[in-house]
T-cell receptor, first 114, second 113 residues
Framework: NAGVMQNPRHLVRRRGQEARLRCSPM?????VYWYRQLPEEGLKFMVY????????ESGMPKERFSAEFPKEGPSILRIQQVVRGDSAAYFC????????????FGSGTRLTVV | DQQVKQNSPSLSVQEGRISILNCDYT??????FLWYKKYPAEGPTFLIS?????DKNEDGRFTVFLNKSAKHLSLHIVPSQPGDSAVYFC????????????FGPGTSLSVIP
């Protein structure tokens, strides 16, 4: 595991469909963070998870968005009934513990809603 | 409410010269500041950071200066190289919320050979 792996790299969905974005953290990292970058904007914090727990979801939209980090397998960011405004780059980061200086980002998933 | 601001969307610098990227913040509770570098189609990579108890941190060609009274920090790259061409994000967080890093909108740096 050379780094944080995100898949797919590109995802196209029609309005109303579901989008599932996956993130496998670096080996040994148990903390996962999701960020969203809208066009012409910076990265916006969405959610912070540890294994099986959501620690901080203050940046998540109240509806249609959910995240999980199960005991086994990757972290999943799920967007239900996607709309055009969900089109963005979604980045996952991981760290071995709490603290931003330990962040390692993945290459992102670019979601396009048509 | 943008807590971290980068007012210059883009910057062009000649190779070999100094690049100065600026960042302003509004939240006086921030106590750790970071710079990330991002190439197209890649995720951001950590570049350099500074604690609020310091006013300068240096790492090779990269130096970050912090002016707490002005709520301003800057990243100096000297000498600039074409490979430094990327988007630079200023970011910050607080001791009580290490998990939530607030990013600025980024400055796109072009180093011209």
């Amino acid at each position: 595991n050379a780094g944080v792996m995100q898949n797919p790299r590109h995802l196209v969905r029609r309005r109303g469909q579901e989008a599932r974005l996956r993130c496998s953290p670096m080996k040994g990292h148990s903390h996962v963070y999701w960020y969203r970058q809208l066009p012409e904007e910076g990265l916006k914090f969405m959610v912070y998870l540890q294994k099986e727990n959501i620690i901080d979801e203050s940046g998540m939209p109240k509806e249609r968005f959910s995240a999980e980090f199960p005991k086994e397998g990757p972290s999943i960011l799920r967007i239900q009934q996607v709309v055009r405004g969900d089109s963005a780059a979604y980045f996952c980061a991981s760290s071995p513990g709490q603290g931003a200086h330990g962040y390692t980002f993945g290459s992102g998933t670019r979601l396009t809603v048509v | 409410d943008q807590q971290v601001k980068q007012n210059s969307p883009s910057l062009s610098v000649q190779e070999g010269r100094i690049s100065i990227l600026n960042c302003d913040y509004t939240n006086s509770m921030f106590d750790y500041f970071l710079w990330y570098k991002k190439y197209p189609a890649e995720g951001p990579t950590f570049l350099i950071s500074i604690s609020s108890i310091k006013d300068k941190n240096e790492d090779g060609r990269f130096t970050v200066f912090l002016n707490k009274s002005a709520k301003h920090l800057s990243l100096h790259i000297v000498p600039s190289q074409p490979g430094d061409s990327a988007v630079y994000f200023c970011a910050a967080n607080t001791k009580t919320s290490y998990d939530k890093v607030i990013f600025g909108p980024g400055t796109s740096l072009s180093v011209i050979p």
